[in-house]
């Protein structure tokens, strides 16, 4: 069953504009999610999780469990801002579930 | 932190061979994971590798196909069997440096192709 759905595939922004990646999840239990980022040629890192409320080179992400989201969102992109970007959820069991993925292009 | 070393990092293979892929982690790591990324998709979590004990599979993924040692705290192996072109794929180690929240650190990934 999809626990974590990034509806997003592409998302193009310019240089200066904000940015918003959308992830919603499902879970019954209490979610844990974070934020994953590969930039080009590098290995998959966190970029920040949602326990810890802090804001990650510009980034931030609401944990809604109303809603369940969990969007992440940058005011003013940056072009070393393109990278894949992905929403994961860790399940009861401490293993990460992840989302599809986001490539974002931040223009000039 | 912990820093996770996978070797090989890339691989061209025939078909029906199998392939071993190693994961060092500079640490003792209370869990480590094995997932792949297919072409264009997303990571899909093949197993946990138990320190001392069978991987734990997740469904689609059985121990013929995948089979996975640990055989201490700091590394681990995934053998891809029987290889098809369908398992042509990016395999990737993974560890957490504690049990719960612990941050989930990942290798640069085993690139497979399979002709």
């Known amino acids: 069953a999809q626990r974590v759905t990034q509806p997003e595939k592409l998302l193009s922004v310019f240089k200066g504009a904000p940015v918003e990646l959308k992830c919603n999840y499902s879970?019954?239990?209490?979610?844990?999610l974070f934020w994953y980022v590969q930039y080009s040629r590098q290995r998959l890192q966190l970029l920040l999780r949602?326990?810890s409320r802090e804001s990650i080179k510009g980034f931030t992400a609401d944990l809604n469990k109303g809603e369940t989201s969990f969007h992440l969102k940058k005011p003013f992109a940056q072009e070393e801002d393109s990278a894949m970007y992905y929403c994961?959820?860790?399940?009861?069991?401490?293993?990460?579930?992840f989302g599809a993925g986001t490539t974002v292009t931040v223009r000039a | 932190s912990a820093v996770i070393s996978q070797k090989p990092s890339r691989d061209i293979c025939q078909r029906g061979t199998s392939l071993t892929i190693q994961c060092q982690v500079d640490?003792?790591?209370?869990?480590m994971f094995w997932y792949r990324q297919q072409p264009g998709q997303s990571l899909t979590l093949i197993a946990t590798?138990?320190?001392?004990?069978?991987?734990?599979?997740e469904s689609g993924f059985v121990i013929d196909k995948f089979p996975i040692s640990r055989p201490n705290l700091t590394f681990s192996t995934l053998t891809v069997s029987n290889m098809s072109p369908e398992d042509s794929s990016i395999y990737l180690c993974?560890?957490?440096?504690?049990?719960?929240?612990?941050?989930?650190?990942f290798g640069e990934g085993s690139r497979l192709t399979v002709l």
């Open positions: 640490s003792q790591v209370t869990m």
């Open positions: 994961a959820l860790t399940l009861n069991d401490y293993k990460l579930s």
């Open positions: 879970y019954s239990g209490s979610p844990e």
């Open positions: 590798a138990n320190q001392g004990s069978e991987a734990t599979y």
């Open positions: 993974s560890a957490r440096d504690r049990v719960g929240s612990g941050e989930l650190f």
């Open positions: 949602h326990i």
